[in-house]
């Protein structure tokens, strides 16, 4: 099992940047694909960003070419840079840790891009 916390939301005005982080626990996290999800009252959550333990990436469209997820193994951790972020990024983002046994996701962090 995998537990994760996620951390580094806040409010940002449009045009500007965050970085999330997630750190997970487990001394096997270098074999963990990790991925960033977000959520929106009403709607379903929405995988954003994905790194395999190989670091292979993929993102949704959406916000291809202004998130990139990036993972530290030392340090257990995942991180989100946001850029250019738009009002429409407002979400709560989650951490999901994947290994064997299944999908493990954080509480949330929330972001909010307002002027």
């Known amino acids: 099992q995998v537990h994760v916390v996620e951390s580094g939301g806040g409010l940002v005005q449009p045009g500007g940047s965050l970085r999330l982080s997630c750190e997970a626990s487990?001394?096997?996290?270098?074999?963990?694909?990790m991925a960033w999800g977000r959520q929106v009252p009403g709607k379903q959550r929405e995988l954003v960003a994905l790194i395999t333990p190989s670091r292979n990436t993929n993102y949704a469209e959406s916000v291809k070419g202004r998130f990139t997820i990036s993972r530290d193994n030392a340090k257990n951790t995942v991180y989100l840079q946001m850029n250019s972020l738009k009002p429409e990024d407002t979400a709560v983002y989650y951490c999901?840790?994947?290994?064997?046994?299944?999908?493990?996701w954080g509480q949330g962090t929330q972001v909010t891009v307002s002027s």
């Open positions: 999901r840790g994947s290994d064997h046994s299944g999908d493990y």
């Open positions: 487990g001394s096997m996290f270098i074999g963990y694909t």
